[in-house]
């Protein structure tokens, strides 16, 4: 089997080193999740909507968040408000080189805040996987300003009237006594 110069052996060296890089990076690349080897699916939050950019303290907000894979995968979408959890979406499969819509309700608390959206496969956040959106929830409103005025007004002259009443009648009374 082998030549007069040896090429036979170094053939089959080459070979030997070649058939186990090609076998590795094959069970890199079926590797589902892709983690512990560097090379976990390209998956992007690549928008944020909200269903009022400005909503009343207390008003329901639709948040909807656009996801896209390269590979077809399984994952779980975590919403985040400040970084506090408020609602997920699990076990959803977003098809290779295909976007998936996913949408929660939160209810408005007042302030400013960041909204974000987190993409997580077997419960390990991807890196470069998480989107932030800025959203300012304005305070309730206090009524119908017109008739409070009116109403405190109002107020304010019984209690003058109340106040000033006795003194009135006692002049008035002191007058017809004489």
Not at 117 to 140: F, Q
Not at 150 to 177: G, M, N
Request: charged share 15%; with cysteine; hydrophobic share 45%.
């Amino acid at each position: 089997m082998i030549d007069g110069k040896g090429n036979n052996a170094k053939k089959l060296t080459y070979l030997a080193v070649t058939l186990t890089i090609l076998f590795t990076i094959m069970i890199v690349s079926t590797n589902t999740a892709g983690q512990g080897y560097g090379m976990s699916p390209d998956v992007k939050v690549i928008n944020i909507m909200f269903s009022n950019d400005n909503p009343l303290e207390g008003e329901e907000v639709n948040i909807t968040a656009v996801i896209w894979s390269n590979s077809t995968t399984n994952v779980t979408i975590i919403f985040l408000c400040d970084m506090s959890p408020i609602g997920n979406q699990t076990n959803l499969t977003i098809e290779a080189g295909k976007n998936i819509t996913v949408n929660i309700t939160w209810k408005a608390i007042r302030w400013n805040h960041e909204i974000s959206v987190m993409v997580n496969i077997d419960n390990v956040p991807l890196k470069n996987s998480t989107l932030s959106k800025n959203i300012s929830v304005r305070a309730k409103e206090i009524g119908n300003i017109p008739i409070v005025i009116l109403a405190l007004f109002v107020i304010v002259v019984v209690i003058i009237v109340i106040a000033i009443t006795p003194s009135l009648y006692e002049r008035l009374s002191s007058r017809h006594i004489k």
